[in-house]
């Protein structure tokens, strides 16, 4: 049978407990970056049955959940009252191929939205907590209420992940947890005042010819555009997916021939060293090209 409206609400606040919900709802994509370090595009995809989502879709729908979060929020605090329309999340799942979707790339856009999130709700007062929407299914719910579900949703499926995590383990081992390493040595103040490290976006992302890692990044770096080797294939799906973003690139090295390329400069990633999937170090908002770091 299957369960009720009240259920539901009680079976997803339960995982809370006595957990801060702003402290979940701050901390959710932190942890799920944590928990798929290192995993491969296949163990992402991974389910145990055809019926069971795997680690990407799970990530994939948080995302979208959130996204309708945010709306359903500022329509209920611009007018409280408001009618909330319910979502079927395995239509959606269907609809837009969840199994199909990177994690990594789903885990992004969850946490750019969570981010406007949480910035919306600080900054409200406290008389607005008691603002409210009438869902079509579930019935009259407060923002207050809604922090509390959408941080007991959250834990729901980070046990969900944390399932599959073992499951994983059960037949191989998977990577080890994660451990920040040790400190290098002191270096000299002036050290990284040595390399010229700059805002550039990807414009334009090339295979390189018999290179299972390697693709060729044309980045606009404002005054000019260099071309620059990046071992950024094996590690994603689809590498296009980095066009169009800024990141971060020391660009005073000599310039390097890489499987017959030339590349005038070097990504500055963050992961490589530790194992883990390399994300690119990128600025907290779009700045001008060009701009330096440091």
Do not use: C
Not at 20 to 26: K, S, T
Not at 99 to 119: E, G, I, K, W, Y
């Amino acid at each position: 049978m299957p369960e009720t409206a009240e259920q539901y609400i009680a079976r997803i606040i339960s995982n809370l407990g006595t957990q801060d919900p702003m402290q979940v709802l701050a901390t959710t994509p932190s942890r799920i970056g944590g928990a798929i370090a290192g995993r491969s595009d296949d163990d992402l995809r991974w389910t145990p049955a055809a019926d069971r989502w795997s680690i990407a879709a799970i990530v994939t729908h948080l995302a979208d959940a959130e996204i309708v979060a945010g709306y359903r929020l500022r329509m209920i605090l611009a007018n409280s009252g408001t009618p909330i329309q319910p979502f079927d999340q395995n239509q959606w799942a269907s609809a837009f191929n969840y199994p199909a979707q990177d994690a990594f790339s789903s885990l992004t856009t969850f946490n750019a939205v969570r981010t406007s999130t949480l910035r919306l709700l600080d900054g409200i007062d406290e008389t607005k907590l008691d603002y409210y929407g009438v869902h079509a299914e579930r019935g009259q719910e407060t923002v207050r209420h809604l922090i509390r579900l959408y941080a007991g949703h959250d834990l729901n499926h980070l046990k969900q992940i944390e399932r599959l995590i073992e499951m994983l383990d059960a037949k191989s081992a998977g990577p080890s947890r994660f451990q920040p390493a040790a400190v290098k040595p002191t270096a000299a103040v002036d050290a990284m005042g040595q390399l010229d490290v700059r805002v550039g976006t990807v414009v334009k992302v090339d295979d390189v010819p018999g290179a299972a890692r390697l693709t060729r990044l044309t980045v606009d770096f404002g005054d000019r555009q260099r071309t620059i080797v990046a071992g950024i294939k094996k590690e994603r799906a689809e590498p296009q997916l980095v066009k169009g973003q800024q990141a971060l690139f020391v660009v005073n090295i000599p310039p390097r021939t890489i499987h017959g390329q030339e590349s005038e400069g070097m990504l500055f990633d963050i992961g490589y060293a530790d194992g883990v999937r390399p994300a690119l170090a990128q600025p907290e908002w779009p700045v001008p090209n060009g701009t330096r770091a440091g």
